[in-house]
């Protein structure tokens, strides 16, 4: 059985910084690309950064480069978000994907990703 579970979600103030974990169980880490999406109340998901199998490539949107910082501990099947600088318009439930390809990154389209976590709430306050 497959969990991928996210913690280190909270409130901050703009400027502030936080770390997401992703913690996946059940399946080989190695053997999966990983990736953040994030939701606001209204909006569409948004693919926010995505990871290779090794760690080697990293992507990012736009609106997160320079501040954010994807990376992943393959022996602790573990993927992390180092969120700085943030912002309000960061503010959005994050959810952790896992997927044998990067076709949904590429393609932004959330229904080629494997597994998902529950998501953890980001609130940045201004």
């Known amino acids: 059985q497959v969990q991928v579970v996210e913690s280190g979600g909270g409130l901050v103030q703009a400027g502030g910084s936080l770390r997401l974990s992703c913690t996946a169980s059940?399946?080989?880490?190695?053997?999966?690309?990983m990736g953040w999406f994030r939701q606001a109340p209204g909006k569409e998901r948004e693919g926010v950064s995505s990871?290779?199998?090794?760690?080697?490539?990293?992507y990012y949107a736009d609106s997160v480069k320079g501040r954010f910082t994807i990376s992943r501990d393959n022996a602790k099947n573990t993927m992390y978000l180092q969120m700085n600088s943030l912002k309000p318009e960061d503010t959005a439930m994050y959810y952790c994907a896992a997927a044998r390809s990067l076709r949904w990154w590429f393609s932004q389209r959330d229904d080629l990703v494997d597994y998902w976590g529950q998501g953890t709430q980001v609130t940045v306050s201004s």
């Open positions: 059940g399946l080989t880490f190695g053997e999966y690309a």
């Open positions: 990871i290779t199998w090794t760690g080697l490539t990293t």
